[in-house]
């Protein structure tokens, strides 16, 4: 599976951006997708992520109600939807894949994940 992430960017506090995590050499449909980010200095940290079963969604506490994770199975592309931006939210943004359909209390764990795309730069500033 080749992950490719698009759609990071400039923006100022308050604005909104939508990655994309388009894969290909598997179907995303029977993948559960998820986004990480890691800031300079600072380790990897969950964000979001998205069952292919039932379109079951979890996300960080740090974004919940800004941030939304979506998928189309027809384009086999993974959306976030970033709202509200806050200069702490700069990061680069990285998708991942689980094959193993993992319990819910693991999708935070970058360990699950098989594949992983290259980064996507966001920066909010203030």
């Known amino acids: 599976v080749q992950l490719q992430a698009s759609g990071g960017g400039v923006v100022q506090a308050g604005g909104s951006l939508r990655l994309s995590c388009a894969a290909s050499g598997r179907t995303f449909s029977r993948l559960t997708g998820a986004w990480f980010r890691q800031a300079p200095g600072k380790e990897r940290e969950f964000v979001a992520a998205?069952?292919?079963?039932?379109?079951?969604?979890y996300y960080a506490d740090s974004v919940k109600g800004r941030f939304t994770i979506s998928r189309d199975n027809a384009k086999n592309t993974v959306h976030l939807q970033m709202n509200y931006l806050k200069p702490e939210d700069t990061a680069t943004y990285s998708c991942?894949?689980?094959?193993?359909?993992?319990?819910?209390?693991?999708?935070?764990?970058?360990?699950?994940?098989?594949?992983w795309g290259q980064g996507t730069l966001v920066t909010v500033s203030s």
């Open positions: 991942a894949a689980d094959t193993r359909s993992s319990i819910s209390s693991q999708l935070r764990l970058p360990s699950v994940y098989d594949y």
């Open positions: 998205i069952r292919w079963s039932d379109r079951s969604s």
